[in-house]
């Protein structure tokens, strides 16, 4: 047998053996002094993790994930987008996107209408359950969002927004 191939006991499968050079490099050092010395992106990634936690936190009494609220507010503002829409918009598989709506649909948060253009198509629209559990969540972000930011003045904040929102479209993230 070649010096680079192994047979897995279990499977009887010939594998590639790791060669050396396939070893992983070590991973960058952790940053290291106040974050104002961080790289942005390490600062960005710290950022939204902490953000992460605290939407769950605001999120928990109302029995939703943060992906869950985001969809029901996209379908607030995007009234009859279909399941594979919002799976390209949240880049996620369309089976995982199918799991999340299937979810909020046993809950009535959300109903799936046939499409009258396009009867194999189903579009999603918020349930009257679904508007009442958004505005309570949305009244905690906001709350949440007021915490995070009480600090900041309203110039400093919609400056920040400003350069966010440059950020965002400058990744090629839509809109929609």
């Known amino acids: 047998m070649a010096a680079n191939k ?19 490099e070590a991973p960058p050092p952790l940053p290291v002094g106040p974050p104002e ?13 902490a953000m992460r936690q605290r939407s769950e936190d605001a999120l928990r009494p109302h029995n939703l994930t ?8 996209s379908l607030k503002q995007w009234q009859g ?9 949240f880049g996620v598989t369309p089976q ?7 979810n909020l649909e046993r809950r009535a948060l959300i109903a799936r209408v046939q499409d009258p253009a ?3 198509a189903l579009r999603l629209s918020l349930t009257a359950s679904g508007e009442q559990q958004l505005q309570a969540c949305e009244a905690a972000m906001q709350a949440l969002e ?17 350069r966010m929102v440059g950020l965002h479209n400058r990744l090629g993230l839509s809109f929609e």
Request: glycine share 6%.
């Open 81 to 89: 987008l279909s399941s594979a829409e919002l799976s390209r918009r």
């Open 6 to 24: 192994r047979q897995t006991a279990e499977s009887g499968v010939l594998e590639r053996a790791p060669a050396a050079s396939d070893a992983l």
């Open 146 to 162: 007021g915490q995070m930011f009480e600090e900041m003045s309203s110039r400093d904040f919609e400056a920040l927004r400003g």
């Open 118 to 120: 396009n009867r194999r």
């Open 37 to 49: 010395k961080w790289p942005m992106v390490y600062l960005l990634a710290r950022i939204f993790y």
């Open 66 to 73: 943060p992906m869950q609220f985001t969809i029901l507010s």
């Open 96 to 102: 995982t996107m199918g799991e999340m709506v299937g």
